[in-house]
């Protein structure tokens, strides 16, 4: 049986010369296959911020939000112990931890963030703080 390694931003090219150039372009840290940095979005909508990731296979328990000095970190770890006598042919799902940190826009209500986990995808809710009103003031 002949393995392939997949690879969704190469598509398998036989007995091309250039193929050795190509693909050491898609060989730093964010393409490689053996990371764990979780793709995700951030929105802005008139009342908060929202931040939704993808991260398939992680447990709610795997992963740790903080904010600490207005930076908002997301991390998470995911260990899998496999035997080499489990009959595996080869491993693609990683193992591993990763650290990602935004700085939060002024304004944020940092107490009142909200996280939801659901089917592998994390939605953080960041409220905005209000506008500061006018405010009169009596002359006596």
């Known amino acids: 049986?002949?393995?392939?390694?997949?690879?969704?931003?190469?598509?398998?090219?036989?007995?091309?010369?250039?193929?050795?150039?190509?693909?050491?372009?898609?060989?730093?840290?964010?393409?490689?296959?053996?990371?764990l940095v979780p793709a995700v979005d951030v929105r802005e909508t008139d009342t908060s911020y929202e931040l939704i990731a993808e991260l398939p296979g992680f447990s709610k328990d795997d992963l740790k939000?903080?904010?600490k000095d207005g930076v908002l970190m997301l991390s998470a770890e995911r260990n899998e112990k496999?035997?080499?006598?489990?009959?595996?042919?080869?491993?693609?799902?990683?193992?591993?931890?990763f650290s990602r940190s935004w700085t939060l826009p002024e304004g944020t209500k940092v107490?009142?963030?909200?996280?939801?986990?659901?089917?592998?995808?994390?939605?953080?809710?960041?409220?905005?703080?209000?506008?500061?009103?006018?405010?009169?003031?009596s002359i006596h």
Request: charged share 25%.
């Open 82 to 97: 496999k035997e080499e006598n489990d009959g595996y042919l080869r491993i693609e799902r990683r193992s591993g931890m």
């Open 111 to 137: 107490e009142d963030i909200g996280a939801h986990y659901e089917n592998g995808v994390l939605t953080l809710t960041i409220p905005k703080a209000e506008a500061a009103k006018p405010r009169q003031i």
């Open 65 to 67: 939000l903080e904010v």
């Open 1 to 35: 049986m002949n393995l392939t390694l997949w690879n969704p931003f190469f598509a398998p090219v036989t007995g091309s010369p250039f193929r050795g150039l190509l693909q050491s372009m898609f060989e730093d840290d964010r393409w490689n296959n053996e990371t």
